[in-house]
């Protein structure tokens, strides 16, 4: 028992319920009850049952939990949070007939916001940003993908990528960031979306690589964005520069994305309204993980939801992030993603918990370090004025969140 290192950590929360999320813990959420968790320099340092612990030997603050449930910080893993404007609009006009494709080939849709998002100087950006990358975090996003993908030339890509690498100074929130060039075609280049893609793949992302504002590279595979053959050379250039790709792939249409993105090996392949059993199979095959994003689902009023019998199948870890962009998913509440993952595609609570944890941690390259509470992981944690944790998928509205923890210490937003 002493050489427990729950006796050197700093801190030390008791009487605690963990959702652990981890698979090595056979029941439902990784649950285990009456459990202690010791943090030491910012990482998960001890996870202990309480009968095997000596309190009066423990060394850092000992917290005590009273019987809380706590879960890993959030992971939102797919957002485009950084732009300017807004569409609200544009929404308008969809809800009086418009449809997504209509308004996108009339030059607005994402146009729209590359013209606000290029007005902005950095700062001008970041201000614009922060007040949607803080809702996130209130509510317990400890981790925030952001894509690029409003700029479309190169010194506003690399604009947009400085900024989510900043606008983290402000939020004690982790940021993955995205290359999301290809994301439609600029008007500099309209009627020509081969020389476009030759930008992106010759200069943008060898920029972003260089100076290392990129973690990954995305793109949309769509009939009203780019094609497979297009989508193939971008994933060519951004493996050249060792990055790993991601695709958003059968968003409207049945494209074959979510097959090119595997057989990139690609993080994730994202949307998959139009995926069918053989995108099925090539995503199991590859180990790539499904990100569901419901709230554009609901946006668009979408007819045809994601295959989430045939994922779960096949064994495709499926995530859900909040697709938060001002135009088909303006929700800044991983959340309400819970919600509607379970109300709109049939996700267990369960499910959708580790959509937005363990497996969300998978779909950024992250899972070594986040997504479960483990021993050796970062301690980003939350706990939880719930009584079980189908809550956190079951109730909106409602601030459940008692402390957030973020590297082991507290960080309310
Ligand atoms: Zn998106």
Redesign the pocket.
Known sequence: MSDSPLYSCDRVWINARLATMDTAVPALYGALDDHVIGVRSGKIAAIEPMERVAIDRLNGTVIDAGGAWITPGLIDC???TVYGGNRAKEIEMRLCGASYEDIARQGGGILATVRATRALDEEQLRRASLPRLRALAAEGVTTVEI?SGYGLTLADELKMLRVARRIADDAPVRISTTL?AAHTVPWEYAGRPDDYIELVCNQIIPAAAAKHLVDAV?L?CERIAFSPEQCARVFAAAQNHGLRVKA?AEQLSNQGGARLAARFSALSA??LEYLDQSGVDALAASGTVAVL?PG?FYFLREPQKPPVDLLRAAGVPIAVAS?L?PG??PLASLRLMLNMACTLFGLTPEESLAGATRHAAQALGLAENLGTLAVGKEADFLVWDIEHPAELACEFGVPRLRQRVFQGRDATV
Do not use: E, R
């Open positions: 797919h957002t485009h894509k999301l995305d949309f958003h994202d949307h994003l554009a697709d962009n088909t998913s």
